[in-house]
């Protein structure tokens, strides 16, 4: 049976007397008497150490030669509500008196104020804008047929008159004419368009057209008298060339004409002019006689019609 001793409780041999650990005279003792040794209880938590609380600052204000306080802030606060904002505070600590703005501290606002809520709702007053003067003599707008609105009666300005003919005249006569009062028509109003715009190429895009005019129907009479097949072959392809050569110059000479006169009568002689592109492709020198006899009526009217 082992034994344990009873002062340190080392295991000990039945035959020891003496303890091998601390020489002590052993006594038996049960084992379940003695104890294991246990590891050192844990040193308890720190217990925190609550500072005592920090003085408050007690205010001294000066007022009307006399010095009031001690006080707490909040206090002085509430004073300074009726005293100006310069007045002199202090407290321990501070190097001298000093405003109570210097000092950091702000009279304590007012109450904001609510202004009374009527008790019906207050109409704006009427207002009524006074009516634009209008002068007699004012012209009244009016549209033109392919124009901006412009005024019915416009000063007239000096400038050279228009081709004047009715386009319905215009149009009876080249048909009868088999195109030759047309193509005349047409260097008539290019040489009016040259008068008023002097950097109009119309003039000699008209002369190329009416060149190559020329030249293909000599050819084509040329053509007729040729038997070599190849020859004629080579004069149908300078047909064809020609071709594309007038159609080309005329656009060119017809839409420059439309610019000028759109230029001139918006600038210098404005009248709101506005001239269609479809309208100009398709009825070029009627479509300008058109309107060369309505800027002539207006010259010498002073109506647009």
Not at 55 to 76: D, N, R
Not at 147 to 170: E, L, R, T
Not at 202 to 214: D, E, N
Request: net charge positive; proline share 14%; hydrophobic share 45%.
């Amino acid at each position: 049976m082992s034994r344990y001793c009873g002062s340190c409780g080392a295991e000990t041999e039945p035959d020891d007397r003496f303890c091998p650990g601390c020489g002590k005279t052993i006594a038996a003792v049960p084992p379940a008497s003695v104890p294991p040794p246990s590891t050192p209880p844990a040193s308890p938590a720190p217990v925190p150490v609550s500072l005592p609380p920090k003085p408050e600052v007690q205010w001294h204000y000066a007022t009307g030669g006399k010095t009031q306080g001690p006080m707490s802030e909040s206090t002085l606060q509430a004073a300074l509500r009726a005293l100006p904002p310069d007045t002199l505070v202090w407290h321990e600590g501070l190097s001298g008196w000093k405003s109570a703005l210097d000092a950091g501290l702000k009279p304590a606002s007012a109450p904001a104020f609510t202004p009374p809520v009527p008790s019906a709702p207050i109409p704006p007053p009427a207002f009524h804008p006074p009516s634009p003067a209008v002068s007699p003599s004012a012209p009244a707008l009016v549209p033109p047929a392919y124009g901006v609105p412009v005024a019915a009666d416009i000063p007239v300005q000096s400038g050279p008159m228009p081709p004047n003919m009715p386009w319905v005249v215009v149009l009876i006569l080249t048909w009868i004419t088999g195109g030759l009062a047309g193509l005349f028509w047409a260097f008539k109003q290019a040489t009016f368009v040259k008068k008023i715009d002097p950097s109009s190429k119309a003039v000699m895009f008209m002369v190329l057209t009416v060149a190559g005019i020329i030249v293909q129907v000599v050819l084509a009479l040329a053509s007729m008298a040729m038997s070599s097949a190849a020859a004629l072959t080579i004069l149908m392809g300078g047909i064809m060339i020609l071709n594309l050569v007038i159609i080309v110059a005329g656009l060119v000479a017809v839409f420059s004409m439309r610019g000028s006169i759109q230029r001139y009568y918006n600038t210098v002689e404005p009248m709101g002019l506005k001239l269609s592109g479809v309208m100009t492709f398709f009825f070029t020198i009627l479509y300008f006689q058109y309107h060369f006899s309505r800027i002539a009526e207006w010259k010498k009217t002073g109506r647009i019609a």
